[in-house]
């Protein structure tokens, strides 16, 4: 059985973990890094022996197997500390090897060097196998992925800076003991770091039990075709960035003649590279997916070649200037694509083998990447100085080099075409989110949001959310929709309602509300689920509306209403006509002004019928007529006006009637007809507009509010027009006594049947 932390305990040993990781790092950079390099090529080593020393960091991985066969025997914490103690004890040779150059046994130091290099890389590989089931142990819990992202930043940051303290001391001074100084520091950071990482609780068994038949679970892994195919793409990829990284700093060196101070700030702008990569993979990774990311690294570490092959001309950078931009651009660009390319490669991968093989196949995937990488080494070297023996110069030796990596990592970003996306965006999509603000200020604000544990702030970044709508937020918003706390989780529906899109997870997410959480935020559920289209939600949302939640009853009429569910509309009317809760008659009337149909009309009319009904049922009513009659807008306008003073009415109505008359006078005053088809038509629409200014008056401004002649002008309206039989309902429904005395529904009519008159001019206009 594994354990957890209490999180007491847990915070200590983080604090001891980024204390080693504090140190890791500039021991790293201290003995690794640039500064093996610089000091070989100060002992004249040849292209051969740099390769040597580059592939030994690739090298380690061989030894993972070693250190699982370790960790069997040992506890896995004992194992990583003496590793760690061990591998720092062996620089101590590096520390010498300055000295002795300057005894004057050179051959004698670059010995010394490569043993140091090699049992450094060799006890890194053994105790590797234990760095990450120790992180994940104690990353345990909801802050997972912000504590990996959190050593990481220490990782980066502290390699910028010790890597700028190693440009100072080089820069300063060309002296040899230097190096001895750096090593040193190196070997003191080292040894506490692993002395420190002794101090943290042993992680439970289960992380670091080793799977059976280890040789067999790789063969069955390379027969599975997506296994097989991102092994062949990573591996190119892997024995690019293993030569290009290396190969830049002696190319700096050689072909730019830049001294030891220089090379190691270019290694600072490196290092940046990687902390900027390392900042955006994980800003971006959980929302368009580890392909499109793997894709564009790769393609950017081309450009980054191709900068190699058609700039280093050096005749092209004739300033100092001009070289060291040039130089910081290549190293910052080849870090950040190469390093990003790992790193999201590793990503990808651990998403795309089983679980259950995640042991035997992260050490498969650490032996192939130290394949390519110490083989692209070697050879690398090999070949460079093939080329110089060959009587070429250097500049051209390293220019068939780069065309030759090119064409590899060319063949590689080929293949990734074939990587099955895992779920991952289209690259086309992915930058689209990329360059969009709206989409980059979404993932921001879910980061945020993520890492929040106040619930004032909880709410406040949902509310943001709800106005900067992206449907990258849906899975962010969806885990705060299952908040134990109310008010966030309605927030957090309130947000996925302005998405454009419903993902179908969200789409369950919400049909499953509807059925848990009635009298809660069911009701908002159902909104949304009709505001999107949700068709599936159909049968769902017709069972809502019997429910004893009126809310939940209410939004799903409108949401049938949205979906345009004409089979139950009359089962709406039914239920809106036999209630006498005001609210549920508010949202049924919404949803018959979505339906737009004419027969909901005398349902509208019944409800002014019932004996003071609400004011605000009233003006519900009234707009959802003119919904249906397509005034909405016009009459929201016109209600407004009339609501802010009641007593102007009249003058409402007679400005409808007499707009509508000036222009009949406007398009048809001069009219001559000579058709007699038209003319009979004419002739009716000219004596409608002459009846129609009493018509409004006979029903707004008389005492009785006759509705007499506007109930006839309706009736002759041509049947040919739309709205015809729109016509005919209100016609008869002006007849009935209880409706004389509605102000609402007398401005509604005249309004409407202004607008029918101008559509009639204009049809007749239209004729002639």
Known sequence: MGYTLSPYKQAKAREVFNLFTFLNSASWTFLAANTVTLFALRCHASSTVIGILSSFAYISYFFLPVGKLVVRRF?????????????????????????????????????????????????????????????????????KSSYMTQTQVINNAVSMFSGFLVALALGGSSALWIYSLIAAAGVVCGITAGVSIGKVPEPP???????????????????????????TIFFLVALVSGVARTFIIVYAREIFMQGDGMVSLYGVFGAFGSF????????????????????????????????????QNVSFLQTETAVI?????????????????????????????????????????????????????FLSGIILDTLTGFGLTRLFAFKILFILLG???????????????????????????????RDLRAIALLDK?????????????????HENPSWLAISGL??????????????????????????????RALMEDIESNPYTTAHISARILGAHNCTQAIPLLRKSIDSDDYMLAGEAMIALANLHDEEYRTKIEKIISDTHNPRLQIMGVEAFGIYKSVHSLPVLFRMLKVNNPPRYLRDEVTLAMAQILDIYNLYYKLLLRYLADTSIAPALAQDEAESACEYYTTMLGNARIKDKKIKNEFDLLKKSVEDFSGAVSALVMDGAHNPVPMSRFLIT???????????????????????????????????????????????????L
Not at 277 to 292: D, H, N, S, T, Y
């Open 75 to 143: 506890p896995i914490i004992k194992v990583f500390s003496g590793a760690w103690i061990i591998r720092s004890t062996c620089m101590a040779a590096f520390v010498a090897a300055p000295f002795v150059v300057m005894a004057g046994h050179e051959s004698a130091a670059l010995v010394m060097l490569v043993a140091a290099v090699a049992f450094f890389h060799i006890f890194r590989g053994i105790g590797m196998v234990a760095n990450n089931p120790v992180l994940n142990f104690l990353a345990t819990g909801p802050d």
């Open 205 to 231: 068994a289960a992380e670091t039990a080793s799977a059976n038949g280890f040789f067999i679970t790789f063969k069955k892994a390379l027969a599975d075709i997506p296994i097989k195919n991102f092994i």
């Open 276 to 311: 900027l990569i390392g900042l955006c993979i994980k800003f971006f990774v959980e929302r368009i997916g580890a392909k499109p990311i793997f894709i564009l690294c790769t393609a950017l570490g081309l450009i980054s070649l191709l900068l190699l092959i058609f700039l």
């Open 325 to 377: 931009m040039f130089l910081s651009l290549v190293f910052l660009i080849v870090n950040l694509s190469f390093i990003g390319a790992e790193n999201v490669g590793q990503t990808y991968y651990l998403c795309l083998i089983p679980k259950e093989l995640m042991l035997d196949l992260g050490i498969m995937y650490f032996i192939m990447f130290g394949i390519a990488g110490a083989s692209g080494s």
């Open 407 to 437: 064409a590899l990592l060319a063949a590689a970003l080929f293949l990734q075409r074939g990587l099955i996306s895992l779920g991952a965006l289209p690259v086309r999509d992915a930058l689209e989110v990329i360059f969009s603000f």
């Open 449 to 465: 949001l993520e890492k929040s544990d106040d619930t004032r702030q909880e709410q406040k970044l949902l509310s943001r959310l």
């Open 478 to 507: 969806l885990e705060r929709a299952k908040s134990p706390r109310f008010a966030t989780r309605t927030e957090a529906f309130e947000a996925i309602q302005t998405q454009e899109e419903l993902n179908d997870d969200a789409v």
């Open 717 to 767: 309206l041509p049947s040919s027009m739309d709205g015809s039989a729109k016509a005919l309902v209100i016609s008869e429904a002006l007849l009935q006594d209880d409706l004389r005395a509605f102000i609402r529904v007398q401005l509604l009519v005249v309004q409407w049947a202004a607008r029918m008159l101008r559509m009639w001019i204009q049809n007749v206009k239209e004729k």
